[in-house]
Each structure stands twice: as C-alpha cells, then as structure tokens.
C-alpha cells in the first residue's frame, strides 16, 4: 500500500482540518444592543397658588377637584402631570418635558378668573395629561366648564406647538396661548394630586 506523498498530502490534510474545525463550530449572530428607551412614562407632581386679593368667581376645568379652603390669601392648584405614551417618538420625551411643557394658565373673563391646562396632547399610542386639585378659599364663587382641559383647551388655541426642545420632545404646547399666564409652580413631594 502506498501512502500519498508531496502536494497530495499537504492537501488532504488540509481539507480533513478544515472540514474538522467546521464541525464543532457554532454561527456567531451579532445581535444589535437594544436601543435607549425614548419614552420614560410616569407622573411628575407640582403646586402652585394664585392670589386671591379681589376675586368674585374662578371658573376651573370640569375635571378638576375643586374643595374648600379657610386660607384666604390664595387658590392652590396641585397638579399630577401624566406622561403614558407607547409611540415612538423622533426624539426623547421624558418627565423633565412632562414637568416643563404642562401646566396652568389664568385670564381674566370679566368679573371671573379663568384657569386651564395647557401642554395636553394625546394620540392613539398614549399621551399627556393634567390631574388637578384645587383649594378655593371660601366666599369665592366657583364654577367648572368642559372646554378648559385637554388638547382643545383654550389656553392651547395658537400656542406654539413643541417638537425638539432643550427639555426633550414634545408633542403639545410647550408654553400657553398669548392670551393666557403661565401660573408658576414647584415640585409637590407630597404628591397632594395623588
């Protein structure tokens, strides 16, 4: 018997450790990293006052939850500020733009001081939203309207609608129509709203 010699050989052991080395061989798939969340969902907390020097009447939104206060010097508005979005949007929209682009806005409407949300914006995949609680000093007339919350708000009308902004993206107003005050407000640790 005669064994293969030279070019013969070199090649058969060549194709028998390759053919070898491909047998115990797993396929390496490169999965990409998954991408940084763009949405961070949750809710944000916040309080303000309105001074109350003068007022007869102060009309809030239909779903606000008005009650009674004995401190006669301000309304206080206490504000859960929402973010629950499944979208996917262009750019981050986190908790800091819930907390900077939603809030309250005041005009005066006569005798009456008119306050609405502003910033709300929704869509199929979720969106923004304010829950209000509102302490009324007692001897102030109240009243409650559909049409002072929501996207359609009032204080949204020709507002500067929002995209990328230094607070992440936004989909609503980031600032009330011209008309209308910004109320100014801070974090609630106590999350009143709740």
């Not at 303000?48 to 309304?75: C, Y």
């Not at 996207?151 to 990328?164: D, K, Q, T, V």
């Given at each position: 018997?005669?064994?293969?010699?030279?070019?013969?050989?070199?090649?058969?052991?060549?194709?028998?450790?390759?053919?070898?080395?491909?047998?115990?061989?797993?396929?390496?798939?490169?999965?990409?990293?998954?991408?940084?969340?763009?949405?961070e969902?949750?809710?944000?907390y916040?309080?303000?006052?309105?001074?109350?020097?003068?007022?007869?009447?102060?009309?809030?939104?239909?779903?606000?939850?008005?009650?009674?206060?004995?401190?006669?010097?301000?309304?206080?508005?206490?504000?859960?500020k929402?973010?629950?979005?499944?979208?996917?949007?262009?750019?981050?929209?986190?908790?800091?733009?819930?907390?900077?682009?939603?809030?309250?806005?005041?005009?005066?409407?006569?005798?009456?001081?008119?306050?609405?949300?502003?910033?709300?914006?929704?869509?199929?995949?979720?969106?923004?939203?304010?829950?209000?609680?509102?302490?009324?000093?007692?001897?102030?007339?109240?009243e409650?309207?559909?049409?002072?919350?929501?996207?359609?708000?009032?204080?949204?009308?020709?507002?500067?609608?929002?995209?990328?902004?230094?607070?992440?993206?936004?989909?609503?107003?980031?600032a009330?129509?011209?008309?209308?005050?910004?109320?100014?407000?801070?974090?609630?640790?106590?999350?009143?709203?709740?």
């Open positions: 018997m005669r064994f293969a010699s030279g070019p013969l050989l070199k090649f058969l052991v060549y194709a028998a450790v390759s053919l070898a080395g491909c047998e115990g061989e797993k396929p390496q798939v490169k999965v990409a990293a998954e991408p940084p969340a763009l949405v969902n949750g809710t944000v916040e309080r303000a006052r309105v001074d109350a020097q003068g007022l007869v009447k102060v009309v809030f939104p239909k779903d606000a939850v008005v009650r009674r206060t004995h401190a006669p010097e301000a309304i206080q508005l206490f504000m859960a929402e973010l629950q979005f499944f979208g996917h949007p262009p750019a981050a929209i986190n908790l800091r733009s819930a907390r900077a682009y939603l809030g309250c806005a005041t005009r005066k409407d006569g005798r009456a001081l008119l306050v609405a949300t502003y910033g709300e914006w929704g869509s199929k995949e979720g969106g923004a939203r304010i829950r209000l609680l509102v302490l009324v000093p007692e001897g102030i007339e109240t409650q309207r559909d049409e002072l919350s929501g996207p359609e708000s009032p204080a949204n009308h020709g507002a500067e609608l929002s995209s990328a902004g230094p607070d992440g993206y936004w989909y609503g107003a980031k009330p129509a011209k008309d209308w005050t910004a109320v100014s407000s801070s974090p609630d640790p106590q999350k009143t709203a709740e």
